[in-house]
């Protein structure tokens, strides 16, 4: 295994059980009202700046198949999750159903563009078209959160414990990132 392959997995690791322990106490229902959106973006230009400022995990990263790092966003199938916790009363509406819609729509384009073959420009168009969709859906759940936590923090009190605390402390800002990273391959390219 390459180092920077190691240095992704180890941090991946390390990055997730610190999530997992933040989430076990509660540590975000600790936080003022717009930390969950604050925390996002924090974790999101971390990681992107390590991207950048790192070239042998920059150069690790380009050197996947771009695919690969499509691959992450499978996770969004958690969607159905959300319209399920809708149905049951655990989250509201003006959450869960468009977050809910949007991360399966991404999903289920994931998949297509991982299993579908297609030439290198038709990928480079469909890439990039997923990778807009993608990227704005995430943003616009984003500031739907801090929206609703604005008005009404109780609202979304779910997505301070486990397990959806997961979400704003890890899997959130990294598949922004990994949006990001697509698109700077993308013009590099």
Do not use: K
Not at 44 to 59: M, Q, S
Not at 171 to 184: D, E, K, N, R, Y
Request: overall charge positive; glycine content about 4%; aromatic content about 12%.
């Amino acid at each position: 295994m390459s180092r920077p392959a190691l240095f992704v997995r180890c941090a991946l690791w390390l990055w997730f059980i610190a999530a997992v322990v933040g989430g076990y106490y509660l540590v975000l229902q600790r936080m003022a009202l717009p930390a969950i959106p604050v925390l996002i973006v924090s974790l999101t230009a971390l990681v992107f700046y390590t991207y950048i400022r790192l070239p042998g995990l920059r150069d690790w990263v380009d050197a996947l198949d771009s695919r690969a790092l499509v691959q992450i966003h499978l996770t969004r199938f958690i969607g159905i999750y959300f319209l399920f916790l809708f149905n049951r009363g655990e989250l509201p509406y003006a959450f869960a159903v468009p977050a809910g819609i949007g991360d399966i729509i991404v999903a289920l384009l994931a998949v297509a563009l991982i299993t579908v073959r297609l030439d290198r420009t038709r990928l480079r168009r469909f890439l990039t078209i997923w990778n807009v969709v993608g990227l704005v859906d995430i943003i616009l759940v984003v500031i739907t959160v801090a929206r609703i936590n604005h008005v009404n923090p109780y609202e979304l009190r779910s997505l301070t414990h486990l397990p959806l605390s997961l979400l704003p402390t890890f899997l959130v800002p990294l598949l922004i990132a990994t949006h990001l990273m697509i698109f700077a391959r993308l013009l590099r390219r």
